[in-house]
């Protein structure tokens, strides 16, 4: 097999499995479906409910763990939990647990700082977000930390950016994302999701060969690990796309990233030499087994 093939061979390793996917659409509805019955008065599987996160961004690859829901309650709930004398916010998301746990009584969950957590026994782990629509776009969500107080988010603008960006460099922003989750997962660099997502979209908004395919994909591996290896270490948060909320970093990435970028380089040399088996290595070197070998 040659570049191309390698990496579309290495694209079906790390997508999401169907069998995974499916686990997470029933568990989304059957979620959704109990707070709609409970604070909206009619039962739906969808309604007022998005996937946010990696996942709902298209970027997650195979092993995620965490689920991301965002679900909007009716407004004048929030001028309810607002008027608690002391951290309505919490309030507020124990009567949200308390609704899911109809649906889930046997799951572990429960209430952590902003969100509603429920951890299934087979490792997934959704993350529910009550949240308030604004009316010029985005949501209010509770933050129960310190007392109780107020955060906005706007996933959707998150989402719309990346697709636009992703439709217009010929799809390749979101397999750089994932592949880019591979990387990080393996070598436990300290990023993300949103980061990844944030610097990729960067990266690629300039990048000379966004318009081609998988035969150049080991060209933007290369170059993306060296626009990570790049980055300021003293830079603390960048903007994510679509909504401007803050980035923040975790820890010091750059350095496995140049690692990453010097793997690559010799990869592209093996490959130019025929040395296919050799280059196989350096790319699993850096993502592991998925790739092949």
């Known amino acids: ?3 191309a093939e390698d990496f579309q061979a290495f694209r079906r390793q790390y997508l999401i499995p169907d069998d995974v996917a499916g ?3 029933y568990r989304y509805r059957r979620i959704t479906s109990q707070l709609n019955i409970d604070f909206w008065g009619y039962d739906s599987e969808t309604a007022h409910s998005i996937y946010s996160g990696s996942y709902g961004r298209d970027t997650a690859a195979r092993g995620l763990s965490d689920l991301d829901v965002v679900f909007q309650l009716p407004s004048a709930l ?9 951290n309505g916010q919490s309030a507020l998301l124990q009567t949200v647990k308390r609704s899911i746990d109809k649906t889930y009584p046997s799951s572990d969950s429960f209430g952590d700082g902003q969100v509603v957590v429920i951890r299934f026994t087979d490792g997934l782990i959704f993350e529910v ?14 933050n129960a930390n ?3 107080n107020w955060y906005e988010c706007d996933p959707q603008a998150e989402r719309n950016a990346i697709n636009t960006r992703n439709a217009n460099c010929n799809y390749n922003l ?7 989750r591979v990387w990080r997962d393996y070598v436990s660099a300290p990023m993300s999701g949103m980061l990844i997502d944030t610097l990729a979209y960067q990266f690629i908004e300039t990048w000379e060969h966004r318009q081609k395919s998988f035969l150049y994909y080991d060209y933007m591996c290369r170059d993306f690990f060296g626009f990570l290896a790049r980055q300021t270490q003293s830079q603390n948060y960048w903007k994510a796309p679509g909504s401007g909320s803050y980035v923040w970093r ?3 990435f750059e350095n496995k990233a140049r690692s990453a970028e010097l793997r690559c380089l010799e990869a592209i040399v093996y490959a130019g030499q025929g040395k296919e088996w050799s280059s196989r290595q350096k790319w699993r070197e850096i993502f ?3 790739y092949p070998g």
């Open 1 to 3: 097999m040659g570049v």
């Open 23 to 25: 686990k997470i659409s």
């Open 78 to 86: 929030f001028e309810q939990f607002n008027s608690y004398v002391t």
């Open 129 to 142: 977000l009550p949240a308030f629509l604004l009316t010029g776009g985005g949501y209010r969500y509770p």
């Open 146 to 148: 310190n007392g109780g």
């Open 174 to 180: 979101k397999e750089l994302c994932r592949m880019a």
């Open 250 to 252: 975790k820890g010091i």
């Open 288 to 290: 592991g087994t998925q």
